[in-house]
């Protein structure tokens, strides 16, 4: 089993979004914007579109995001080794309106985080392991990695990353508060603020 890094890598993200004039463009945010004084749940999974991560996880977290918010979770973020255009479909196709895609399209973020796996055995190259950690103001303070990381595994474990579970540690920590409310503006002519994804 491995272990997540213990704090929030500098690292920057590109993503593709479209302007209320209906320009597409490419907007650039790190972690800086994403994570500095924040307190945020992540997920990492192995990609878009696939069963487990469609049918389960990524909803499983949409479902339950006001929960999380009232808990003191000022936002939820899926990491997944995609580019930025299959996410933003990802997004579309899951009807998410809260949980916001990472697109980690280098991998980049997902192998400074240490959840960097081979899975060439079904063709899908460097792709993110299974995992959830609850972030607070970069300071990773709990991890939820599934059993059995390595390369090329077979199956797909999903048990310690659930979001219910994940919820139930956030409770734990007992602060309180409502998350607070985050603007994520890319510039004054993108239709997008809050929901990037």
């Not at 579970?165 to 956030?170: E, I, K």
Request: hydrophobic letters at 35%.
């Amino acid at each position: 089993m491995s272990e997540l890094a213990t704090q929030i890598p500098p690292f920057k993200i590109t993503k593709q979004v479209t302007t209320t004039e209906g320009v597409s463009k490419f907007v650039e945010m790190n972690d800086v914007d994403l994570f500095d004084g924040k307190r945020i749940v992540i997920f990492g999974l192995p990609g878009a579109f696939t069963p487990t991560c469609s049918g389960q996880q990524l909803p499983g977290y949409e479902e339950l995001y006001n929960d999380f918010r009232q808990a003191g979770i000022d936002d939820i973020y899926c990491i997944t080794v995609n580019d930025t255009f299959v996410c933003n479909e990802w997004a579309q196709n899951q009807g998410l309106v809260n949980v916001k895609i990472i697109p980690d399209g280098s991998a980049q973020l997902t192998i400074k985080l240490g959840m960097d796996v081979r899975k060439d055995n079904i063709g899908f190259g460097v792709r993110s392991w299974r995992y959830a950690a609850i972030v607070d103001d970069r300071e990773i303070v709990q991890t939820f990695v599934e059993d059995g990381f390595g390369d090329d595994i077979e199956g797909d474990p999903y048990e310690a990353s659930k979001p219910d579970f994940v919820l139930d540690n956030v409770k734990a920590f007992g602060w309180g508060d409502e998350g607070k409310h985050i603007d994520l503006e890319f510039s004054d002519s993108t239709d997008i603020k809050e929901n990037f994804s």
